[in-house]
């Protein structure tokens, strides 16, 4: 069996023959499934997904079409066996298929491997040829499709650049003239495509057109948008003009391949995460490698030693990637076992520690958050028994990671934010200066103190041009977005589109510096729902809004919004308890505020309870990255319904 995607979605057997999936809205379904890459997706999600307007019997529906898909690609299941493709988990569905038999996950798996070594040339020329048309083609009208293919059109152009570049670093590449001319003319906004295209250009022998596809490339860009070309191509112009005999590529990636150990590879890694975003991404994936190479020697001291090795600064409560943390917490976890109570403390620190910081509280069952407070605070004890400065700060991380156990603990987080910042200041550790000061932005911001905020804010944006963490800025631009949110409600303030337009621009600046799938996904529409809140205007009801890991809050205002009354009380009463993290106050008083316009005085009670360790709090401020206003609004709103005869 193997599913396709990349073009109109289809099944086939191992011998080739086409599957009927049956209608439109069966293939949607498998095609949903694919897309959520073997994670569970919600029936609510499934429903939102499939209809703009869900029928009343829309979940029932969704079971039959379910039902119909497990017949098709599971044929000889016999009769009451349960499903192992399309399986049912807890409230909704998962696909369970190996990636190798879906072509959307072989595409981004040879890409991958191709940005970390270019002997996997190979394999990208495959994924590139499997591409039929565009991602789920026949998949129209779906915001969810839509999104998806604009990614992964993105993925396939980066891939054919890429390709492009290998192939020229390797020495051939003039035969790639006509593709890459196709590729600027398709898509001219491309500097990269520009510059490939002026490589080959070079390599068959014609600097004059080279030199020409640059000076074009330099026209467009003035003309059309205003900016002058990128260091890479004025760098590749001063080299063609000077007749380089070779191009090399201005820039060169290290990998973590076969020829390094894992104590260099988890060296890189580190050095690299600092870089944030899509480096963070890359560094993190090469040193959980590392992790799984030392602990396949057998050297437990080994082990240890690369595990704790990564110190890297960690600011969020929720994991970019909760699966890849969960084994480095077990990988951890087993070398504590192994080295004992009697092993030595700085190594034992060191990975309690890192079960701190890995364990972000978004993520957490009751039983494994209590674990990670534990290795919390026996890190820090034992780092501060042994006066090690920079194990401290690294503990001290996982107690800041970890001090989100309820509502309304802003103010001892700028305790554990200062102490930070004072050690790191005193014994010239960067990094963690500029944690320090991001920790105390957070608080600050949910304080409601907006001058203090600002000023750790731009400390931070200081400190980030010497350690080049690239990523600052993007976080305290979205600060400022939320102190604009803020102010637009004040007399003389900003509008609220022009607030609307700061988070507009800090969304933008955060997908470009690659984004951080545990921050960034469903920021933008929260904070959207915060600035009308504060301006007492109904959220947004666009479809293609991304509400990531917040919906099921914001679900029950959003159908209300659109005349759902009962839905949205079905919504209100089924929503989890919010988790423990950056946002759990903002969460508690969308719950509050929706409760408060049904009539839910259970629900309303709950949120209150909730909320009063909070109240002198701003919801969502302890993001530092947007707001809904002072809690006490939604507090009061709370306890005025559950006070209700």
Same mark, same amino acid.
């Given at each position: 069996?193997?599913?396709?995607?990349?073009?109109?979605?289809?099944?086939?057997?191992?011998?080739?023959?086409?599957?009927?999936?049956?209608?439109?809205?069966?293939?949607?379904?498998?095609?949903?499934?694919?897309?959520?890459?073997? #994670?569970?997706?919600?029936?609510?999600?499934?429903?939102?997904?499939?209809?703009?307007?869900?029928?009343?019997?829309?979940?029932?529906?969704?079971?039959?079409?379910?039902?119909?898909?497990?017949?098709?690609?599971?044929?000889?299941?016999?009769?009451?066996?349960?499903?192992?493709?399309?399986?049912?988990?807890?409230?909704?569905?998962?696909?369970?298929?190996?990636?190798?038999?879906?072509?959307?996950?072989?595409?981004?798996?040879?890409?991958?491997?191709?940005?970390?070594?270019?002997?996997?040339?190979?394999?990208?020329?495959?994924?590139?040829?499997?591409?039929?048309?565009?991602?789920?083609?026949?998949?129209?009208?779906?915001?969810?499709?839509?999104?998806?293919?604009?990614?992964?059109?993105?993925?396939?152009?980066?891939?054919?650049?890429?390709?492009?570049?290998?192939?020229?670093?390797?020495?051939?590449?003039?035969?790639?003239?006509?593709?890459?001319?196709?590729?600027?003319?398709?898509?001219?906004?491309?500097?990269?495509?520009?510059?490939?295209?002026?490589?080959?250009?070079?390599?068959?022998?014609?600097?004059?057109?080279?030199?020409?596809?640059?000076?074009?490339?330099?026209?467009?860009?003035?003309?059309?948008?205003?900016?002058?070309?990128?260091?890479?191509?004025?760098?590749?112009?001063?080299? %063609?003009?000077?007749?380089?005999?070779?191009?090399?590529?201005?820039?060169?990636?290290?990998?973590?391949?076969?020829?390094?150990?894992?104590?260099?590879?988890?060296?890189?890694?580190?050095?690299?995460?600092?870089?944030?975003?899509?480096?963070?991404?890359?560094?993190?994936?090469?040193?959980?490698?590392?992790?799984?190479?030392?602990?396949?020697? $057998?050297? %437990?001291?080994?082990?240890?030693?690369?595990?704790?090795?990564?110190?890297?600064?960690?600011?969020?409560?929720?994991?970019?990637?909760?699966?890849? *943390?969960?084994?480095?917490?077990?990988?951890?976890?087993?070398?504590?076992?192994?080295? $004992?109570?009697?092993?030595?403390?700085?190594?034992?620190?060191?990975?309690?520690?890192?079960?701190?910081?890995?364990?972000?509280?978004?993520?957490?069952?009751?039983?494994?958050?209590?674990?990670?407070?534990?290795?919390?605070?026996?890190?820090?004890?034992?780092?501060?028994?042994? $006066?090690?400065?920079?194990?401290?700060?690294?503990?001290?991380?996982?107690?800041?990671?970890?001090?989100?156990?309820?509502?309304?603990?802003?103010?001892?987080?700028?305790? %554990?934010?200062?102490? %930070?910042?004072?050690?790191?200041? #005193?014994?010239?550790?960067?990094?963690?200066?500029?944690?320090?000061?991001?920790?105390?932005?957070? *608080?600050? *911001?949910?304080?409601?103190?907006?001058?203090?905020?600002?000023?750790?804010?731009?400390?931070?944006?200081?400190?980030?041009?010497?350690?080049?963490?690239?990523?600052?800025?993007?976080?305290?631009?979205?600060?400022?977005?939320?102190?604009?949110?803020?102010?637009?409600?004040?007399?003389?303030?900003?509008?609220?589109?022009?607030?609307?337009?700061?988070?507009?621009?800090?969304?933008?600046?955060?997908?470009?510096?690659?984004?951080?799938?545990?921050?960034?996904?469903?920021?933008?529409?929260?904070?959207?729902?915060?600035?009308?809140?504060?301006?007492?205007?109904?959220?947004?009801?666009?479809?293609?809004?991304?509400?990531?890991?917040?919906?099921?809050?914001?679900?029950?205002?959003?159908?209300?919004?659109?005349?759902?009354?009962?839905?949205?009380?079905?919504?209100?009463?089924?929503?989890?308890?919010?988790?423990?993290?950056?946002?759990?106050?903002?969460?508690?008083?969308?719950?509050?505020?929706?409760?408060?316009?049904?009539?839910?005085?259970?629900?309303?009670?709950?949120?209150?309870?909730?909320?009063?360790?909070?109240?002198?709090?701003?919801?969502?401020?302890?993001?530092?990255?947007?707001?809904?206003?002072?809690?006490?609004?939604?507090?009061?709103?709370?306890?005025?319904?559950?006070?209700? *005869?």
């Amino acid at each position: 069996m193997r599913i396709d995607v990349l073009g109109a979605v289809r099944a086939l057997h191992d011998d080739g023959a086409p599957v009927d999936l049956g209608g439109p809205r069966h293939r949607e379904v498998l095609a949903r499934l694919v897309a959520a890459e073997g #994670r569970l997706v919600t029936t609510d999600t499934l429903v939102d997904d499939l209809w703009a307007e869900p029928p009343v019997r829309a979940v029932g529906a969704l079971r039959t079409f379910v039902a119909a898909l497990r017949r098709a690609i599971e044929p000889g299941r016999p009769p009451r066996t349960p499903p192992r493709l399309l399986v049912t988990e807890g409230p909704g569905y998962a696909l369970r298929l190996p990636r190798d038999t879906v072509d959307v996950h072989r595409f981004e798996d040879a890409l991958a491997r191709a940005r970390r070594t270019p002997d996997a040339l190979t394999d990208l020329d495959a994924a590139l040829a499997a591409w039929r048309g565009p991602a789920y083609a026949d998949v129209t009208g779906s915001a969810w499709a839509q999104r998806e293919r604009t990614r992964l059109e993105e993925l396939r152009l980066e891939a054919v650049e890429l390709r492009a570049r290998l192939l020229l670093d390797s020495g051939s590449g003039a035969e790639l003239v006509a593709e890459l001319g196709a590729h600027v003319t398709e898509h001219p906004w491309r500097e990269t495509g520009w510059g490939l295209l002026a490589r080959a250009l070079h390599r068959a022998g014609r600097q004059t057109d080279a030199l020409a596809t640059l000076r074009r490339a330099r026209t467009m860009l003035a003309d059309q948008l205003g900016l002058d070309p990128g260091a890479d191509l004025r760098r590749l112009e001063t080299d %063609i003009l000077r007749g380089a005999t070779t191009l090399q590529p201005p820039r060169t990636v290290w990998t973590s391949g076969a020829r390094l150990g894992p104590r260099t590879t988890v060296g890189l890694a580190r050095t690299l995460a600092l870089a944030g975003g899509d480096a963070l991404v890359h560094s993190r994936r090469d040193r959980l490698a590392a992790v799984r190479a030392a602990e396949r020697t $057998g050297d %437990i001291a080994l082990t240890a030693r690369v595990i704790g090795a990564y110190d890297v600064p960690a600011l969020w409560s929720r994991a970019d990637d909760p699966e890849q *943390s969960r084994a480095v917490v077990a990988a951890a976890e087993r070398t504590l076992t192994a080295l $004992g109570t009697d092993g030595p403390a700085g190594a034992r620190a060191r990975l309690l520690a890192t079960v701190a910081v890995e364990s972000r509280s978004a993520d957490l069952s009751a039983t494994e958050r209590g674990r990670a407070e534990r290795a919390a605070r026996e890190a820090e004890a034992l780092a501060r028994e042994l $006066g090690d400065p920079a194990l401290l700060a690294f503990a001290l991380n996982g107690v800041f990671l970890q001090s989100f156990a309820r509502p309304g603990l802003a103010a001892e987080r700028d305790v %554990i934010g200062s102490e %930070i910042l004072d050690l790191a200041t #005193r014994h010239e550790l960067p990094d963690f200066v500029v944690l320090g000061r991001l920790v105390r932005l957070q *608080s600050a *911001s949910a304080l409601g103190d907006l001058d203090a905020a600002t000023a750790h804010a731009e400390a931070a944006e200081q400190l980030a041009v010497s350690t080049e963490a690239s990523l600052v800025p993007v976080l305290t631009g979205w600060f400022r977005a939320r102190a604009s949110a803020a102010r637009s409600t004040e007399p003389g303030g900003p509008t609220a589109a022009t607030a609307a337009a700061h988070y507009r621009a800090a969304e933008n600046a955060l997908a470009e510096a690659g984004g951080m799938p545990g921050l960034h996904l469903g920021l933008f529409a929260l904070a959207l729902l915060g600035l009308r809140l504060l301006h007492d205007r109904p959220p947004p009801t666009d479809p293609a809004l991304d509400w990531g890991p917040y919906r099921p809050w914001t679900r029950p205002l959003v159908l209300l919004a659109r005349n759902r009354t009962e839905e949205a009380r079905t919504a209100l009463t089924t929503a989890p308890v919010p988790p423990l993290d950056h946002m759990q106050e903002a969460l508690w008083c969308l719950t509050a505020h929706a409760a408060a316009r049904l009539g839910e005085r259970p629900v309303a009670a709950r949120a209150a309870t909730a909320l009063h360790p909070a109240r002198t709090e701003h919801a969502g401020g302890a993001s530092g990255m947007l707001t809904l206003g002072p809690v006490a609004r939604y507090l009061a709103e709370a306890e005025a319904c559950a006070g209700k *005869s």
